[in-house]
């Protein structure tokens, strides 16, 4: 019988472990659930300026002649804000330029509803002077959840 008393409690640690190891490996796994919604979140992001990116050029290669001869038709600054009053291309027969016109607020409207805080830039290449090509630069720059500082994605084309 001495045995037996000297015995209680000891099935009471061994939960107590179990448990205390379990509750670890639970937050572990929080943890990690997190980590991943987050890196799931910004992947999301990128491949949205990735694609938001590749639309712009597609919309540049439909307008190509304007694209070559009128360059500042398709550069956009940073400081460019969505025009208010453009003509509907979807709708009517419009002229070069204001496919233009038309491309740019259309892009920049989804860049809006896509990218959180998103800017974006067309810029000519000095590349491509005098040659049947011009070289653009297309960036967009969003503010990013997991980093302070703003991602910057540049893609170069030749149109």
Aim: proline content about 4%; charged content about 20%.
């Amino acid at each position: 019988m001495a045995r037996i008393n000297a015995q209680r409690g000891a099935g009471l640690i061994e939960v107590l472990v179990a448990v205390l190891v379990l509750a670890v490996g639970l937050l572990g796994l929080a943890g990690l659930q997190t980590q991943s919604l987050r890196f799931n979140n910004e992947a999301y992001f990128r491949t949205q300026a990735s694609l938001l990116v590749m639309d712009m050029a597609d919309r540049m290669r439909t307008n190509m002649e304007q694209v070559r001869e009128q360059v500042s038709t398709y550069t956009i600054e940073k400081t460019d804000t969505v025009p208010v009053t453009v003509r509907s291309c979807q709708t009517s027969v419009c002229n070069a330029s204001q496919l233009a016109e038309f491309d740019f607020q259309q892009w920049r409207q989804r860049v809006d509803q896509v990218l959180p805080g998103a800017t974006v830039e067309v810029k000519p290449d000095s590349a491509g002077v005098g040659t049947p090509w011009r070289g653009f630069t297309i960036t967009i720059e969003y503010e990013s959840t997991d980093s302070p500082t703003p991602q910057v994605l540049s893609y170069r084309v030749r149109i």
